[in-house]
C-alpha cells in the first residue's frame, strides 16, 4: 500500500485567491508528479520533479506552480484562482524501480466559484 | 511520440459476466506497460504491471499480457463483480520515463 497523502481533498473557494495543494510522500521517492484531470477523464501531466530543487512543466500548460524543497514535500500553488481552474489534481511519486511505478494520492478536488 | 488508445466506454455488464478492455499503444522501444483503476471519489490505484514482451500481469482476479507483436496490453477479467465498477486506465511508461495515460474505461457492473 503507498503511503502518499493530499489535503485538502476537496477545497470550495473564490476567483482570486491564492491557494496552496498540499502532497506528501512517506516512501523516499525521488520522483513526484502533479496531474490534472478532467470531467471527461483524461489525465495530463502539469509538473514534476526528480528530486530537490529540481522541477519542470509537464506536457500541458499550467497556471501554477510547485515547489520541491523537501524529498517528501511537493506543494502545489495558484497565485489567483479562476473558474477555468476547476479541476481534480492528483499526486503522485515513484519508485525507480522495474517500471518505475507510480503511486496515486486520493486527489484534491478543487471548486473556483 | 507515445500514445495509447484505450477502448472506449461506457461499458455495462452483469455480475459473472467476462470482460475484457482493449489498450494498444504507439511507443519507441520497450515501454513498461500499467494499468490502473479509479473507483469514485479517489485517486488511481496500480492493479497490474509488465515491464517486458510476453510478461503477464495479474491481480484480483485481472490479467494483461504484454504484446509487442500486436503493441497491446488488453485487460481481462473472467467473472466481474459489482466491486469492480470503477474507470480503468491503460498506460505506458517510455524511455521519457513519464507515464502517458489512455484515456479511461468506464466500467458499470450491475447485479
Known amino acids: 500500500e503507498a503511503d502518499i497523502y493530499q489535503t485538502p481533498r476537496y477545497l470550495v473557494i473564490g476567483t482570486g485567491k491564492k491557494i496552496t495543494l498540499e502532497c506528501s510522500q512517506t516512501?523516499?521517492?525521488?520522483?513526484m508528479y502533479w496531474y490534472q484531470q478532467d470531467p471527461g477523464m483524461e489525465l495530463h501531466l502539469i509538473h514534476y520533479?526528480?528530486?530537490?530543487?529540481?522541477?519542470e512543466k509537464g506536457d500541458l500548460s499550467s497556471e501554477s506552480t510547485v515547489s520541491r524543497i523537501r524529498t517528501e514535500h511537493f506543494p502545489l500553488t495558484l497565485e489567483s484562482a479562476r473558474p477555468s481552474h476547476t479541476s481534480q489534481y492528483l499526486c503522485?511519486?515513484?519508485?525507480?524501480?522495474?517500471?518505475?511505478?507510480?503511486?496515486f494520492g486520493p486527489g484534491t478536488r478543487l471548486t473556483v466559484l | 511520440g507515445n500514445s495509447v488508445t484505450q477502448m472506449e466506454g461506457p461499458v455495462t455488464l452483469s455480475e459473472e459476466a467476462f470482460l475484457t478492455i482493449n489498450c494498444t499503444y504507439t511507443?519507441?522501444?520497450?515501454?513498461?506497460l500499467f494499468w490502473y483503476v479509479q473507483y469514485p471519489g479517489e485517486g488511481l490505484q496500480l492493479l497490474l504491471k509488465?515491464?517486458?514482451?510476453?510478461d503477464k500481469g495479474s491481480n484480483k482476479g485481472f490479467e494483461a499480457t504484454y504484446r509487442k507483436e500486436t503493441t497491446s496490453f488488453h485487460l481481462e477479467k473472467g467473472s466481474v463483480q459489482v466491486s469492480d465498477s470503477a474507470v480503468y486506465f491503460c498506460?505506458?511508461?517510455?524511455?521519457?520515463?513519464?507515464?502517458?495515460f489512455g484515456s479511461g474505461t468506464q466500467l458499470t457492473v450491475l447485479p
Open positions: 503522485a511519486s515513484s519508485d525507480g524501480g522495474a517500471g518505475d511505478t507510480q503511486y
Open positions: 516512501m523516499g521517492h525521488d520522483k
Open positions: 520533479s526528480y528530486g530537490v530543487n529540481s522541477t
Open positions: 511507443a519507441t522501444g520497450y515501454p513498461s
Open positions: 509488465a515491464t517486458k514482451a510476453d
Open positions: 498506460a505506458l511508461r517510455g524511455s521519457a520515463r513519464q507515464l502517458t
